[in-house]
């Protein structure tokens, strides 16, 4: 079975700075992890390779400090990684973003099953997934919760449909994405890492696809333009109160009304 797991590095702390122009996360020098929900869609992968067996692939789109959360692919088991990445990339939406996956997915050949996590934490939007696989024109299913079973090229699969569970059979070639209880994700190998550490990653740009139009990509290529984006404010400020209950209560409820919250 051939695999392909899309990853995704994210900013590993919330104080991440926003481009006042573009309305675009600034990445450079920010401390960086793998998107949570794609350790659960890897472990999927290394799961299947091991009942089935054949490849695990992982494809990331970002700037090249990307390649970081490849080389923790390969520690988990992976045994290809491509990155994904050009400046023109850059701002990309999720429309932007599951065409250049897309693309980048048919550049590395052939396959029986993308992975995906259910979402990402910079963006939460859970689009990329179904979007990308839209594109490839291949059947898809969304918050898998378990693989009941592979045969005959097709996969059954159990999904999360918030008040039931839906057990579905896709034929493959096909994409999922997966819920975070499907498995326990591995930990990375310490002697994965010494063995793979001179492993190539392969590195494919704009001019590499086979649809190297600027003009679909990034800024360009994203109809989503966001009016207005801002970190969260802070506010530090605390009163300590003493006194009674009765007085206590008394300056709670005067303080809510200041606040106009009651």
């Not at 994210?10 to 700075?17: D, L, N």
């Not at 057990?167 to 310490?190: D, H, N």
């Not at 890492?193 to 360009?220: F, M, W």
């Amino acid at each position: 079975m051939d695999i392909v797991v899309c990853v995704k590095q994210v900013p590993g702390t919330s104080k991440v700075e926003v481009d006042p122009e573009t309305g675009v996360l600034k990445r450079a020098g920010v401390d960086s992890k793998m998107n949570p929900y794609d350790l659960f869609a890897l472990e999927t992968a290394m799961r299947l390779k091991e009942s089935y067996g054949g490849t695990v692939r992982v494809l990331s789109m970002g700037p090249p400090q990307a390649a970081e959360v490849i080389r923790e692919a390969y520690m988990m088991g992976a045994d290809e990684g491509f990155l994904l990445t050009d400046s023109c990339f850059a701002g990309s939406d999720v429309l932007a973003t599951s065409y250049a996956i897309s693309q980048g997915i048919e550049k590395l050949g052939p396959f029986d099953l993308i992975l995906c996590g259910k979402q990402t934490t910079d963006g939460d939007t859970a689009q990329v997934g179904p979007e990308t696989a839209e594109f490839l024109r291949i059947p898809h299913i969304t918050n898998v919760l378990g693989i009941t079973d592979i045969r005959e090229g097709a996969i059954t699969a159990e999904a999360d449909l918030a008040d039931s569970v839906q057990t579905a059979e896709i034929l493959m070639p096909c994409l999922i994405t997966v819920e975070k209880g499907i498995f326990q994700p591995r930990l990375p190998s310490y002697r994965r890492r010494l063995s793979t550490r001179e492993r190539e990653i392969k590195v494919l740009s704009r001019v590499d696809l086979a649809d190297p139009d600027e003009n679909k990509y990034g800024l360009n290529g994203s109809p989503t333009r966001v009016e207005r984006i801002f970190p969260p404010e802070t506010n530090g400020s605390r009163e300590l109160w003493t006194g009674s209950p009765e007085d206590l209560s008394e300056k709670i409820a005067e303080k809510l009304r200041q606040l106009k919250h009651i």
